[in-house]
Nanobody, 120 residues
């Protein structure tokens, strides 16, 4: 069983930065970030495998950076140049394989989410 705990969300002005963390207990291979804005479906943000391969949604490329510390079993999402449309609850997710890493339905383990609010 894998447990995930997110932290680092908050309120920031447009153009600002935040860093999210996701601490995992248990063995994981792929860790991902997804987000859900009010009234919208949950969407892929970024994911990273245990070997460091990463993938980003087009909407965050060049602004967000995903990383992980395997020794600490922790994943990070550095978010720069934040925009109001980045406002959402951000969820950490984990799975045990490197396939279809941008498909949320392939992730069996989820954190409780952390709120990110970007004011204009």
């Amino acid at each position: 069983q894998v447990q995930l705990v997110e932290s680092g969300g908050g309120l920031v002005q447009a153009g600002g930065s935040l860093r999210l963390s996701c601490a995992a207990s248990g063995r994981t291979f792929t860790l991902g970030w997804f987000r859900q804005a009010p009234g919208k479906e949950r969407e892929f943000v970024a994911a990273i495998s245990a070997t460091g391969d990463s993938k980003y949604a087009d909407s965050v490329k060049g602004r967000f950076t995903i990383s992980r510390d395997n020794a600490k079993n922790t994943m990070y999402l550095q978010m720069n140049s934040l925009k109001p449309e980045d406002t959402a609850v951000y969820y950490c997710a984990a799975k045990s394989n490197p396939y279809y890493i941008d498909y949320l339905r392939t992730y069996p383990y989820w954190g409780q989410g952390t709120q990110v609010t970007v004011s204009s």
